[in-house]
């Protein structure tokens, strides 16, 4: 039926928070978008608004962050422009999960879509992210939802529910476990009792061991609804839980289908179980010899390790408080429920069954504790009490296979309720009775079943969507409640729209007489023949007038040939279900046969016997049936969350084959549909699309308005109606309410968005620029400060240091001041200083002017203390030098040099051409081997010449000059013509040599007069004369025989007669025999000497 309903469209907890871009998610996982350039921005308002701002550069920014919102869709669906379009949902949705995207938003409902792979967006580091922001400050997560709701716990102290919905294998359970993994890891630890967290962890793998199995849909399937209470205490920490579980799939224990598994436990028990403890279980490791585990033919499973899991188990049950023996009973259970599946019956004479396998009987005894021939006998009879005696009746094999399986349904699904309640006695809070439990508040997590639409449907199903029709309808009614309240709250004129309240579908189900529960309870318990098809003709009578039911026989002649004739058809607020009646009395009734239960009652094991009650057996009541009582614990659970502030998350299974990447938009449509998903999102967006505290809205966009911006200092109504009016909003867009401004389309806020996105650029550019010119400032009056600091300290020293030289200088000066003034008395500390100064500087100075060689005679003058100690150096010095000269001289240079100083010591000061002859250096001989004659050598003999060289002979009378040879021998003096020897002069007899002081260059050798050999003294000439006479007298050793005569020098002409020469100076060299028979020589007088 559709309603016409006031519907006042609101997000409650969207208000809650400050305001952000509901566009594009820039989350970690979109940080790839791509700017491209597009077409024209928005329309209307928006184009005003983007306009008012526009420059080239601005454009590109806000275009790039359109694009992005075109490609990864929006985070929100209420900002979906054709928000009515079914396929705009799901290209949403597409967008999203292509870009790995799986959370989007309706309001604050959270859609989350399974990514079948590991995105790594659970991290401690995703964990701080969400924590305390807004909630659409950051893409959309289930982290955001969780801190939301754990805030609005603490801050509004209202207890808090997660419903967590979708179809098997959504990820309803995920959510849940990264839910409580949020609030075990981000929330405070409690002071007392820590250890609450990890069970409430732990709760987790021990529950789905025994409550979850593998399905064709997903290979962990819970396989019952899940209600968790998790209690904060008023420091926000998680001080205890309490778990609801609401009917479990007990059918599985006896049957599965094909590729589907019992429940978890028995396989990880198999598996993992230690040799030891199979063998006190009587149990094979081998899951294919138990027939309640190989009915769906795929005991093992490749996604599933049951050996891990079964460590992992073992392991939860000691954080739960499960001590060994306790352990052991329960094991014992689990593998009691495997013995009672390999037990078979025979059939005897009277078709009456009997046991045939005493092995497992003898195991069933002993794991359950129970006395073995009343089992044999339960097994195979039932008890009937009739006009008040207990009769025996045996059962036929069929019936005795029914009381087995029945048997080990109940056996199974009493333990499960007994471990939910032995968890709920561990996880609940310590501290129970003390002052701070009573300000405790509660965060439950409702992870249940969604619709389920089979091609077979049965009593499961039914009782499953009629769970999802209470859901729903609380669903609705509390959306709509706030929805209502806050439009009222804000004075908001409401606009009514369409919904659909499935309150009628909830009526048809669990009305009281005219209710399908309660027809088919009727059913049960009535006396006589009923059956499955009796409840269904009773239901057709009943309700054949509702809207909402069908059966065959109801049905018109086109819908009637897709139903069966053992079938009625719903119809769900999420679609038509057809559900077939078989199994449902059975099922509804849950039978145990009574002696069985007796049997369990007298049970030794522990678990078994709180299981199975004995006040149940003396209760005359009948129980309740299975659908009452789930009607009951539906009732109970709507009634606890409506006493708690709703949150929503709505997973949807992207397709069936489990694989990551594909989005399978039939199976996606079916979900959205069954989910209510757009109605969902009709509801809340009949109205405005977005609405927004005043407050948080004038902080978002102030900037947009120079009015506004930076400050606004009157009420924030005013300043939002300033700032939209500058924006140009149009009326039609938008409302003032008391306390929000509601914008009615999501292109009006998408176009704010840019020009925030734009305004923003240019904003984090003036902010940057003013940061950087202060920090650059900053930065450099630090540099200037320092730099001043160290030139003061620099400049202080360099100032001591010049002050000190100063000072140290001025005494110098004054020491030596005093010292000089002194410097003639004796020695005293006055004039200590100053002789020691004088006497070093003399010294450092000396060996800077040292004469550079022999010939260098200066040296500085000493002070009058060091002329000793001067002399003494100097004499050091020269003898340094001559010795170094000496030892750097050749033997030739050494005769060369000895030869010169003869010849100074002959001549010098003493004959005019000396001077002339010092630059040239002597020759050994003037005259080669080749230019004296052979025969002459001949008449030497071994006699070497040591000197020869070519000389003028004057004739003793006439004067005469003749060329001659002057050969000097070790022993004497050869004058040579030609060939011929002329004359030898043994030194012995060469008495002395004479030559003029002037500048001629005669001589005369003066021989012994009494030689009679000789013919006198010979008058010669050399242009070599110095080096001539050096040399001969060197030779004759008649150095001291040269006479240097001025005026004349006589000689001996012959025997008895002597010859004179006349030396006189003039202007020429002139030699002639002059008048008085005496040899006249003018000779040039030379400066030189
Ligand atoms: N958020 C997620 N990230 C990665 N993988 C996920 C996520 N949610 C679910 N899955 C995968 O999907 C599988 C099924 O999820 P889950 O068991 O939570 O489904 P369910 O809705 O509880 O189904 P059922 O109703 O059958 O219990 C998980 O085992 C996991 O492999
Ligand atoms: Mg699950």
Redesign the pocket.
Known sequence: MLMVCPLLPTISQLCAVAPSPLAPSRGPHTSQLAPAPRGPPGRGSGRAVLEALGSDGVRVTMESALTARDRVGVQDFVLLENFTSEAAFIENLRRRFRENL?YTYIGPVLV?V??????QIYSRQHMERYRGISFYEVPPHLFAVADTVYRALRTERRDQAVMIS??????????TK?LLQFYAETCPAPERGGAVRDRLLQSNPVLEAFG?AK?L??????RFGKYMDVQFDFKGAPVGGHILSYLLEKSRVVHQNHGERNFHIFYQLLEGGEEETLRRLGLERNPQSYLYLVKGQCAKVSSINDKSDWKVVRKALMVIDFTEDEVEDLLSVVASVLHLGNTHFAADEESNAQVTTENQLKYLTRLLGVDGSTLREALTHRKIIAKGEELLSPLNLEQAAYARDALAKAVYSRTFTWLVGKINRSLASKDAESPSWRSTTVLGLL?I??FEVFQHNSFEQFCINYCNEKLQQLFIELTLKSEQEEYEAEGIAWEPVQYFNNKIICDLVEEKFKGIISILDEECLRPGEATDLTFLEKLEDTVKHHPHFLTHKLADQRTRKSLGRGEFRLLHYAGEVTYSVTGFLDKNNDLLFRNLKETMCSSENPIMNQCFDRGELSDKKRPETVATQFKMSLLQLVEILQSKEPAYIR?IKPNDA?QPGRFDEVLIRHQVKYLGLMENLRVRRAGFAYRRKYEAFLQRYKSLCPDTWPTWAGRPQEGVAVLVRHLGYKPEEYKMGRTKIFIRFPKTLFATEDALEVRRQSLATKIQAAWKGFHWRQKFLRVKRSAICIQSWWRGTLGRRKAAKRKWAAQTIRRLIRGFILRHAPRCPENAFFLDHVRTSFLLNLRRQLPRNVLDTSWPTPPPALREASELLRELCMKNMVWKYCRSISPEWKQQLHQKAVASEIFKGKKDNYPQSVPRLFINTRLGADEISPKVLQVLGTEPIQYAVPVVKYDRKGYKPRSRQLLLTPSAVVIVEDAKIKQRIDYTNLTGISVSSLSDSLFVLHVQREDNKQKGDVVLQSDHVIETLTKTALSADRVNNININQGSITFAGGPGRDGIIDFTPGSELLITKAKNGHLAVVAPRLNSR
Request: net charge neutral; aromatic share 6%.
């Open positions: 799986i989350s399974n990514p079948y792979r590991d995105l979708g179809e098997s294998g959504a990820g309803k359970t995920e959510a990264r979850n399905t849909r997903n290979d962990n399937s819970s992870d079943y969604g997973c489990k």
